[in-house]
Nanobody
Framework: QVELVESGGGLVRPGGSLRLSCAASGSILSIAAMGWYRQAPGKRRELVAHITSGGTTKYLDSVKGRFTISRDNAKNTLSLDMSSLKPEDTAVYFC??????????????WGQGTQVTVSS
C-alpha cells in the first residue's frame, strides 16, 4: 500500500512561484515512477509532469520551462516547482505513484490533492 500526502498549495499572483511537495510511504517507491496531475473545475484531469525512478522527466507542453519535477528517493518525496504561474494553472494538484511503459505514465496511487489558485 502507498500513502501520499501533498502540501504547499495556496493562492499566488500571476507570475509568482509555488512549490508543491509530496511525502510518500510504501515499499515500491524506489522502483516506481511518480507524477503530478491537476484538475481544474469543469475540465478533465491532466498529467502535468512525471519522473521515473532514474530521474527521466516529461512535462505537459503548457508547463514546459515553467515547472520542474524532482524526487528524492532516499526521503521518498516528490516535488513540483512552479514559476511564472498563470491563472490557467489554477487547479487541484494530485501527487501520484505509478508506472511508465514506453514513455507513457499511468498512476496507480493518488494523494488527496492540494489546491493551487493563481489570481490577482
Amino acid at each position: 500500500q502507498v500513502e501520499l500526502v501533498e502540501s504547499g498549495g495556496g493562492l499566488v499572483r500571476p507570475g509568482g512561484s509555488l512549490r508543491l511537495s509530496c511525502a510518500a510511504s510504501g515499499s515500491i517507491l524506489s522502483i516506481a515512477a511518480m507524477g503530478w496531475y491537476r484538475q481544474a473545475p469543469g475540465k478533465r484531469r491532466e498529467l502535468v509532469a512525471h519522473i521515473t525512478s532514474g530521474g527521466t522527466t516529461k512535462y505537459l507542453d503548457s508547463v514546459k520551462g515553467r515547472f520542474t519535477i524532482s524526487r528524492d528517493n532516499a526521503k521518498n518525496t516528490l516535488s513540483l516547482d512552479m514559476s511564472s504561474l498563470k491563472p490557467e494553472d489554477t487547479a487541484v494538484y494530485f501527487c501520484t505513484v505509478g508506472s511508465e511503459v514506453y514513455g507513457l505514465y499511468d498512476a496507480d496511487y493518488w494523494g488527496q490533492g492540494t489546491q493551487v489558485t493563481v489570481s490577482s
